[in-house]
């Protein structure tokens, strides 16, 4: 490692000279987001330097990297799966990269990453949890896979006894704006409009406000943002069709100054974050992600996690500068301490 033995302590160090170098491979849109001047800035103080990853270079031809930090879908996660030999052959070893440089920390390992890419099997770990007595209880909204043939959703939602409305998701998670599309299906006859693989879960009322919780290794940071209203049986009676769900992503929909009722507005009870946070990560086996959460309303304490994001927009959260770089600079010291003789 860059470190050359050395633990690094993060006392703002001199310009230019860097003790922690993160390989970085991000889409354009996510370099612009995160790699903020702000953050570069603290981060070079901090003696930590971001360099560009070539993706059109073999991985194994550069750095040396202490950290690489990624996102991307496809090309670069085959790249950091296996880093090809120099033979041709597909029947000599392909060594995995993760295996010739084990002192370089990946955040995140791409295996662990798939899970989120799938609508059904992000929340699966959250089903496996057992929260329902720790401060609150915390599931899933009932849903179901539909993997093909439109005309027969209405059918298949009335043998699984779904109740409208229903939210309608794309079941794979590519990183397009498509892949982000969600619809609130309002009547049985709209399901056959649908087009699948999707997966359908039941909208939970919660009071128009969705809580993003943040997740940067040990570092949980919660923010509000506006939702959708609640749905009353009167206008599921009246309205028909499939209307868009409105990005709520964005800071722009930030809840976190407006005028809520405090029951609404309430955060989860933090031993309760913790707790879950804490059991994701391991089940997960990630440590940067986002838990979008909702409280059911009318109730204080029932919360359904209806989605998991890896790598999400840090930007848009208070003071995220301070975070990341404390969370880097603590990766490396724990690599440091498992280090034979530490």
Known sequence: MRLN?????????????????????LTLKKRKSFLQPNF??????????????????????????????????????????????????????????????????????????????????MLQNVVDLNLSDFHGKVG??????ITEDPLSIPDEVTKAGLKLPLVAKPLVVDGSTKSHELFLVYDQFSLSELEPPLVLQEFVNHGGVLFKIYIVGDAIKVVRRHSLPNVSKCELAKVAGIIPFP?????SASADDADLDPGVAELPPQPLLERLAKEL???LGLRLFNIDMIREHGTRDVFYVIDINYFPGYGKIPDYEDIFTDFLLSCVQSQYKKRPGN
Do not use: W
């Not at 950290?67 to 060594?95: P, V």
């Not at 899933?140 to 896979?145: G, L």
């Open 140 to 145: 899933v909204p009932r849903q179901m896979v």
């Open 40 to 121: 570069e800035r603290l981060a070079r103080n901090k003696g930590i330097s971001f360099v560009a990853i070539d993706q059109n270079r073999p991985l194994s031809d550069q750095g040396p990297f202490d950290i690489i930090l990624h996102k991307e879908m496809g090309k670069f996660d085959l790249e950091l799966k296996r880093s090809h030999s120099s033979s041709n052959s597909t029947n000599d070893c392909q060594m995995d990269y993760r295996q010739t440089q084990p002192q370089v920390i990946v955040l995140d390992p791409p295996d662990a990453i798939q899970h989120l890419y799938n609508r059904q099997s």
């Open 247 to 251: 990005r709520v992503s964005s800071a």
């Open 281 to 283: 990560r391991h089940r």
């Open 5 to 25: 033995g050395e633990i690094y302590d993060g006392e703002d160090r001199e310009e230019g000279e860097q003790k922690l170098v993160v390989g970085y491979a």
